[in-house]
C-alpha cells in the first residue's frame, strides 16, 4: 500500500492511501484511523448492488453501526433538490458534527457526499472510498465538489478537503469500458502535464493500463494522485495553477456540451487532449517531434485520435465562449511547451481553434 499526505495547512490535511484488494479491511482501518461517534456511508444504488456484502461488512465493522443512504444513480442527482433530500435524511437520522460521511462511489456520488459534508451544520468530516478511475486519480483528491443548476454543470459547489481518501484498485474490475476510458484520459493528462519520469512510467505500463491489469498499475494510480497533491496545496483555490489541471478540458467540455452530452467524458477529454497538443503545435509552442510523442502516447493507451461523432464547429466555438472559467471574456487554454512544461494561454485566435477541430474530425 502507498501513503501520503495533503497538506494544506495544519487544520486540513487529508491522508491518502492507494492499494489493491483492501476493500474487506476498509472497516477496521476507518475505526482505527478515522474514528468518530457515527458514521453515514452514502452511496448509488449500482454500487450497492455489485458490493452489497462488501459494504454491509464495512457497515458492521464500524462502532457503532454505520448508517447506509443509497441514491438513484446518475448525474441527475446532482442537483439542489435531491440533495436536500438527502439533507432532510441526515437530520432524520440525528447527524451531528461528530459524525464522519463516507462517500463510496463515482464522481457523482463524490460530488453529492462532498458538498453534503460541506454544508450540513456548517462541516463534517468526510472520507472518499472512489470507485471509478476518475474519481481516483482525479474527483475525490483536490476537496471540489460541485452541484448541477439548469443553466450548466458544476455551477454551485465548495473547495473543502476531505480528512482522507482510501483508493481500492480493485474497484476498477467492476468499471464499463466507457468508464475505464474516462479516467485512462485522466491518467494521459497526468502523464503529459507532468512529463519526464511519471510520463516514462506511462508509456512503459500502457499495455497494462489499457488491458486493465490492476494489480500492477498502484504506481500509477498513485503517481496521479501524487500529482494531483503537489497541484492542491500550491493553489488549492484553484486561482493560478492548479488550472494547469483542466489541460485537455477547455476543448473537451466543450465538445460533451457542443454534442448534448451525447458524448462520454473519456472521449472528449481525449479528443480536447488531442485537440490541444495541436494547438500548441500550431501557436509554435510545442516542438513537433514532441506533438508526435504525445499523440503516440495517447495512441498506445487506445485513446481516440478523431471524433466518432459529427463536430459542429460553430456550436464548439459558442460552447468555449461561454466556459465558466473564462476570465475578462476570453477563454484561457492550458497548452504545452513541451512534455511536462504546461502553460495558460489567452487570446487564442478563433481561426486556430477552428482548425485544430479538423483535426480532431
Ligand atoms: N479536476 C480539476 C481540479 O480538481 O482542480
Request: hydrophobic share 45%; charged share 25%.
Amino acid at each position: 500500500m502507498t501513503s501520503f499526505a495533503i497538506v494544506i495547512d495544519k487544520t486540513e490535511t487529508t491522508l491518502v492511501r492507494v492499494g489493491y484488494d483492501y476493500l474487506a479491511r476498509m472497516g477496521l482501518l476507518i475505526q482505527k484511523e478515522l474514528p468518530h461517534r457515527a458514521y453515514v456511508l452514502i452511496t448509488d444504488h449500482n454500487v450497492l448492488e455489485l458490493y452489497k456484502k462488501e459494504i454491509q461488512t464495512l457497515l458492521t465493522d464500524l462502532s457503532p453501526k454505520g448508517e447506509l443512504i443509497a441514491l438513484p444513480p446518475g448525474e441527475e442527482q446532482k442537483q439542489i433538490f435531491p440533495v436536500t433530500v438527502i439533507i432532510n435524511r441526515l437530520v432524520e437520522l440525528g447527524v451531528d458534527r461528530e459524525t464522519l460521511i463516507i462517500a463510496l462511489g463515482g464522481g457523482v456520488v463524490g460530488d453529492i457526499a462532498g458538498f453534503v459534508a460541506a454544508i450540513y451544520m456548517r462541516g463534517l468530516s468526510l472520507l472518499h472510498i472512489p470507485t471509478t478511475l476518475t474519481a481516483q486519480t482525479d474527483s475525490s483528491l483536490g476537496g471540489k465538489n460541485a452541484l448541477d443548476l439548469p443553466g450548466g454543470k458544476n455551477m454551485v459547489g465548495t473547495i473543502r478537503q476531505p480528512q482522507a481518501v482510501f483508493i481500492d484498485l480493485k474497484f476498477l474490475s467492476s468499471l464499463p469500458a466507457a468508464e475505464w476510458q474516462n479516467g485512462l484520459a485522466e491518467v494521459a493528462k497526468y502523464g503529459l502535464l507532468e512529463g519526464g519520469e511519471y510520463f516514462s512510467l506511462l508509456e512503459s505500463q500502457s499495455e497494462n493500463l489499457r488491458e486493465r491489469r490492476l494489480e500492477k498499475l498502484e504506481a500509477v494510480i498513485a503517481g496521479a494522485c501524487r500529482i494531483k497533491k503537489n497541484y492542491v496545496e500550491i493553489d488549492e483555490q484553484d486561482r493560478h495553477t492548479r488550472r494547469f489541471l483542466n489541460l485537455g478540458h477547455t476543448l473537451g467540455h466543450a465538445l460533451e456540451a457542443a454534442s448534448g452530452y451525447a458524448v462520454s467524458h473519456g472521449q472528449a477529454v481525449a479528443l480536447g487532449l488531442r485537440g490541444e497538443l495541436a494547438l500548441s503545435r500550431r501557436l509554435l509552442h510545442l516542438p513537433e517531434a514532441q506533438e508526435e510523442k504525445a499523440q503516440a502516447f495517447l495512441d498506445s493507451l487506445g485513446l481516440p485520435r478523431k471524433a466518432s461523432f459529427p463536430l459542429d464547429r460553430k456550436a464548439i466555438v459558442a460552447c468555449l465562449k461561454m466556459d465558466k472559467k473564462r476570465e475578462s471574456g476570453q477563454v484561457r487554454f492550458i497548452l504545452l511547451k513541451n512534455i511536462g512544461q504546461p502553460f495558460l494561454a489567452a487570446g487564442i485566435p478563433e481561426a486556430a481553434i477552428l482548425s485544430v477541430i479538423e483535426e480532431i474530425q
